[in-house]
């Protein structure tokens, strides 16, 4: 009888959570809602016009379409990687955090090739990358590795929600609808949670984290060889693999610390997402900044050092304030030392500050991607003479930053709805650690 009413009190802890009444709750899909539609208007025109009615001409062919694909899926090899890790070194303290990363991984995953649909243009040729590609392309590597990485991340994610699942199949504590206890029941898989069970899971979560780890590091190192792989100032580095990997794992450990700020703030789950969790990572994202300032140093300081003409007009180009100066500023120093100080000095360490660092690192990563892509882009080898400035100088339309801050909206509407229906934290494992912790400061 103890342990009902415990149960029933600690479910309570994620009832706000799964529950989809609330004024705030019906404001915040509607403005999501409102902001997705916008961008199908947007998509809409870009289709009818073509290409034109955006920002990308002969000289910068990438646009910030690009920059959003480098961005999420750099996020989501990131959160396969932390989630990998933390399954196959059985952290003591992953239950409320691994779910988080997986399903950022998952959501940034799907996202990201969004994007590169939107820069081909033609989207009635998109088959013709299965049928005319070449082997010895990276970009054919890409897909066909993304499409596997996709499958696997999918599946990873699924497992670990399988005793979530079958925990509230099996409750009677709370009372939910009868649509959420049959689909609960038939993605549950009819797990009981017997000790060969367990042992399977286990198993199998244990082989997709070995897996999806170096698949993810692969792919990560691919896309930057797309980049690294060309002659072009900025791109031609071969510190382009490992620099890539530390990028995306620093802005992904910032989006997993902003989601657990959030949720841990608006329903109440300082129990389960602790002060000490927020420690940890900060910990990890200190150790993971400091590498990723390294590679940063190590970039600009060879091609501002080596001083061939055309690395040193991009180098001008991106340090010159009246165009990307301030930027480079900001993700370059900003982003870095700005959320090291706060996390390294015990009096600046609060979750709240904690929370604004990775906002920061966020945008700053983001803005790294941008000064990454369109000055290299805008310095071409031959200088077209006597060119409009718009061919020359590259200025996002309108429709460019609707579907971005619509693909901003896809990943809030999607991590909406599924914490609608499943936990945000592991929530078997969590209570067991509640309980471990609650009777060890009883004893």
């Not at 396969?80 to 995953?109: D, E, H, M, N, Y």
């Not at 501002?304 to 165009?323: E, G, H, L, N, P």
């Not at 909206?409 to 309980?435: G, H, W, Y």
């Amino acid at each position: 009888m103890k342990k009902n009413v415990r149960d029933f009190y600690n479910l309570l802890s994620f009832a706000r959570q799964l529950d989809s009444k609330g004024l705030f709750g019906f404001v915040w899909m509607f403005v999501i809602i409102c902001c997705i539609i916008v961008g199908f208007v947007a998509l809409f025109s870009q289709i009818i016009e073509g290409h034109a009615i955006t920002g990308m001409r002969d000289n910068v062919v990438w646009g910030i379409y690009i920059v959003n694909f480098v961005f999420f899926m750099g996020i989501s090899y990131a959160g396969a990687i932390f989630s990998g890790l933390l399954v196959l070194l059985k952290i003591p303290w992953r239950a409320p955090i691994i779910r988080i990363t997986q399903l950022v991984s998952v959501i940034c995953g799907l996202i990201g090739p969004l994007y590169i649909f939107l820069c081909i243009g033609r989207l009635d040729r998109v088959y013709f990358l299965f049928i005319y590609g070449r082997v010895p392309s990276p970009i054919i590597w890409d897909i066909f590795a993304m499409i596997t990485y996709l499958i696997g991340n999918i599946a990873f994610l699924f497992l670990l929600l399988v005793p979530d699942l079958a925990h509230l199949r099996d409750t009677n504590e709370l009372r939910l609808a009868p649509w959420r206890k049959k689909l609960y029941t038939f993605l549950a898989l009819n797990y009981k949670g017997s000790p060969k069970q367990q042992k399977d899971l286990t198993s199998a979560l244990k082989i997709l984290a070995t897996i999806l780890i170096p698949i993810s590091v692969l792919l990560t190192t691919i896309l930057s060889w797309i980049f690294g792989m060309t002659t072009r100032p900025g791109w031609n580095s071969t510190i382009f693999g490992p620099y890539f990997v530390f990028a995306a794992l620093y802005a992904g450990v910032a989006l997993v610390l902003v989601i657990m700020w959030v949720f841990r703030k608006r329903y109440d789950l300082q129990d389960y997402i602790t002060d000490l969790h927020f420690n940890y990572i900060g910990i990890v994202m200190i150790i993971i900044a400091c590498i990723y300032a390294y590679f940063s140093f190590n970039e600009y300081f060879s091609m501002w050092y080596s001083f061939q003409k055309w690395d040193a007009r991009v180098m001008a180009r991106i340090t010159d304030f009246d165009r990307y100066g301030w930027l480079f500023v900001f993700t370059n120093f900003i982003g870095i030392i700005v959320p090291i100080l706060i996390v390294s000095i015990k009096k600046l360490r609060s979750i709240r500050n904690i929370g604004i660092a990775s906002i920061i690192i966020i945008l700053g990563m983001w803005v790294k991607r941008y000064i990454s892509i369109i000055p290299t882009l805008e310095t071409p080898l031959f200088p077209i003479q006597d060119s409009r400035i718009e061919y020359v100088h590259y200025t996002a339309s309108w429709v460019e930053w609707v579907l971005t801050f619509s693909g901003l909206a896809l990943f809030l509407f999607l991590i909406t709805v599924i914490t609608k229906i499943i936990p945000i934290v592991q929530l078997t494992e969590s209570l067991l650690n509640k309980e471990a912790r609650e009777q060890k400061a009883n004893s």
